[in-house]
């Protein structure tokens, strides 16, 4: 072998060898990274915008993986936590799923019934009323001649709604004929005595209505706030 080939041979075997070295430090390398990533585990995004106390369904996330220690301990890694809940606040798109963005649906107190009534979708919801809210339930009467006089009510004060349902075409029979609309039917958790008022409401007013009360709030009504007519404002 002359000095050429001897040079040939060195420098390959110094080539393996800084193949063989490069080779270790990228094992080294994933090494450090898987140890400092950790196993995957399963989360889950917001795929579209979810009011709050809207009820949540699968359809509205999507499965993602991501290292266990990324995710922080209220993450929820199991979609099966959300039956029967409802968001506590806005879920934007993108965001990652939270334990403390979800409560349980409101559910019926000792002594409470359910009622649901149909709600004119333009001058009672309006979209704003979402399962949990608080609401004020008004009901107006037509006057009589020569008796009582028109008067709007206020038939039950702070009444917590528990589902929103769909909007529902509907005939609205007036003293001009009958005319199609759509309606929402509300359900509410009520005791028996306001139950009883809303089924009257619905039976005997011209119109019922709902007004939003504020999150946070629970105004109590003065008994002589409760009734309203015009010459209130003489």
Not at 32 to 60: F, H, I, W
Not at 92 to 113: C, K, N, T, W, Y
Not at 198 to 218: D, K, W
Request: aromatic share 4%; charged share 20%.
């Amino acid at each position: 072998m002359n000095s050429r080939q001897r040079r040939g041979v060195i420098l390959l075997l110094l080539s393996v060898l800084c193949a063989l070295g490069a080779f270790a430090g990228v094992l080294s390398v994933i090494g450090d990274v898987n140890a400092k990533v950790g196993p995957e585990v399963t989360a889950y995004r917001v795929k579209d915008r979810v009011e709050p106390y809207a009820p949540l369904k699968a359809s509205q996330f999507e499965k993602v993986s991501m290292p266990k220690r990324w995710l922080s301990k209220t993450a929820v890694t199991d979609l099966g936590r959300i039956k029967g809940k409802i968001a506590v606040t806005t879920l934007e798109p993108g965001s990652l799923l939270q334990s403390d963005m979800i409560v349980q649906r409101p559910a019926l107190q000792p002594g409470q019934q359910e009622i649901a009534i149909m709600i004119d979708a333009a001058t009672g919801v309006a979209g704003k009323i979402t399962p949990g809210a608080l609401v004020n339930i008004y009901a107006t009467f037509a006057g009589e001649k020569g008796g009582k006089a028109a008067q709007s009510k206020v038939i039950v004060s702070n009444a917590r709604v528990l589902d929103v349902g769909r909007l529902t075409p509907i005939a609205n029979r007036t003293d001009r004929g009958t005319r199609p609309t759509e309606a929402v039917p509300i359900t509410f958790a009520l005791s028996t005595i306001d139950t009883q008022r809303v089924a009257y409401a619905e039976s005997f007013a011209e119109h019922v209505r709902l007004a939003l009360v504020a999150p946070g709030e629970e105004p109590i009504l003065a008994p002589g706030d409760r009734t309203y007519t015009l010459d209130k404002d003489k």
